[in-house]
């Protein structure tokens, strides 16, 4: 390697790594994300819908089902399903002297299922169609004054089509708690519905039953990876995506506000001196590509020690972290490593030109939105990895690596697919790299008048 390449490496990637911030921001990151998890799970466990609700029935039959579906409600409704398999039961009692090895992901996608708790006071306001409209009055002026929560007005309607009220402050609030008073109000009427055409309400508690899904791959021999894991797996696979989306954007930040600098302080002059501009271009994109690495090399350091028995206890993750996949974490480097250099070589050369931050907004932004783009459209991908839209971003080299990226850690698409898009990628970054190195030769060292689009590229097409 060029001797002076290493120094200006080295001089980009010390002076990043030796600030406060870095080391600040390295640590802080990782523990506002696991406070925010913490958070989350601890609320999850104790956030109670309660309140008032007055049921106005006109239809003077579902007030009494709606109380005793709601008194009979399982704490969970895991429960009713297990009342309904005494075969599990005792399969569960029998291997009670084995331990219980239930890894992180399973029990994700167990709390995923926990159902938000309710702590409801039905009461009953007499109405008659006469009185309705004095009635509905009071009540709202109840609602508004917060006495009660919110009222449901039941008619005969009801019972025909299901349809009914549920009249509070706002229909955007309180949603967990409407869809429950729902749940219990169709239990109920489907009941009553049964009374009349002579069948015994109990046919239907015993007949009622959940079906689940539970995904499969379509392969002789799987892969290994559980269908019970999907939640997790979106989270990691997001979780990476975003980090690939953030990096390329904080990261050619910084490329930005070192050109500006060494520019607007006219250091750069004293440095095109002794060194080429395209040396010095390629040593920043390096030195401090490899602050992002390092970066992601001591998140990873984390993870691995935070996965330790002993360390996973404390926290609370007592089988440890998940499983990442291989594959996952291959792609994430490479596509990180490949979008980093095709975006941190734009920038370098259209912050090249101008004077001032706000200037080179108006450019950089340009490659910035495709980036904003990719991330509009990241869950149609996971859901539909092989789609084609997925398939479409995934070829185009600015919006390649975070598709593609995305695609390998839900589904791994052809093989032949994967190559090509790294081909593109790497053909681009080469084309970019070509121009910026010759944009930011003559733009590094431009003063005054702010350059238009046409005279960047003139820049670039100029003969050495």
Sequence with gaps: MD???????????????RTKAFWIATFLIPALGLSLIFIQVALSKTLVAKGRIAVVDLSGRLYGPLVTEYRARPADEDEEDEAKKPDD??????????????????????????????????????????????????LNADVQAERIKAYILLTPETLASGKAEWRAQSVKAEVVMREQIAGYLSRAATKERLKDRGVDPKVYDAARI??????????????????????????????????????????GAYIMRGVLEEKNNRIVEVIVSSIRPTTLMLGKILGIGLVGLTQYAVWASLAVAMSLPGVAAIVGMGEGLPHIPVATIGAFVLFF????????????????????????????????????????????????????????????????????FMRISVQTPPLWQI???????????????????????VGILMYGKKPTLPEIFRWAARAD
């Design 3 to 17: 001797s002076k390449l290493a120094a200006v490496i080295k001089r980009e990637y010390l002076q990043q790594i």
């Design 419 to 441: 190559a090509t898009s790294v081909a593109l990628l790497v053909a681009t970054i080469v084309a970019v790299a070509w121009f910026a190195g010759r944009v930011y030769r």
């Design 210 to 251: 959940r079906v689940d899904l539970e995904p499969h791959e379509a392969k002789e021999v799987e892969s290994g990876e559980s269908g019970k894991n999907v939640g997790m797996n979106l989270a990691i696979s997001g979780v990476f995506f975003f980090l690939i989306y953030i990096s390329i954007f904080v990261y």
């Design 337 to 404: 490593v490949l979008g980093y250099f095709l975006y941190a070589s734009l920038y370098a050369a259209l912050s090249a030109p101008f004077n001032t931050e706000q200037e080179a907004q108006q450019f950089v932004m340009i490659p910035g939105m495709m980036l904003i783009l990719t991330s509009t459209t990241w869950f149609f991908a996971y859901n539909q990895p092989n789609g084609r839209l997925a398939t479409i971003l995934s070829f185009f080299p600015f919006t390649a690596p975070l598709m593609m």
């Design 89 to 138: 039961k005792a399969a569960a009692a029998a291997r009670t002297d084995q331990p219980n090895e239930k890894s992180v992901s399973e029990q994700m996608a167990e709390n995923r299922r926990t159902r938000v708790a309710t702590k409801l006071d039905l009461f009953r306001v007499d109405a008659t169609p006469e009185t309705l409209p004095d009635v509905r009055k009071k």
